[in-house]
């Protein structure tokens, strides 16, 4: 079984909070996860005027040290919070910065 970190997304339209979860990567969505691990709620209320992220650091590191493996969005929300190093393993190619264009080969 392949574990996931992954958002779910739950509540109404335009009031959307997406909680962070281990989930098989076989399931759906929205489906019941093993754990749940942080809330992401990306749009600020009247009161408050910033976004506002809650989660657990032990039990991320946990399951990244077991071999769960981070979708992108994920990953990029870690790095902000400063749980994974800018240049960590869970990069692909895409997210990578392009590399120099090799010089022409000139033959005379």
């Known amino acids: 079984m392949g574990v996931r970190l ?3 997304m739950h509540g109404r339209r335009h009031e959307k909070i997406f909680r962070l979860v281990a989930v098989d990567s076989r399931k759906r969505r929205d489906a019941k996860p093993i754990e749940t691990l942080g809330v992401y709620i990306p749009k600020p209320t009247a009161h408050d005027h910033y976004k506002t992220v809650q989660w657990s650091v032990d039990r991320i590191k946990y399951w ?6 981070p979708s ?3 990953v ?3 790095e902000l919070g400063k749980i994974l190093p800018p240049d960590s393993k869970y ?7 392009p590399s120099p264009p090799e010089p022409p080969i000139l033959d005379k």
């Open 76 to 78: 990029r929300l870690l």
């Open 64 to 69: 990244l040290g077991v071999g769960a493996l």
């Open 91 to 97: 990069h692909s190619n895409a997210t990578k910065p």
């Open 6 to 8: 992954r958002f779910s």
């Open 72 to 74: 992108k969005p994920v």
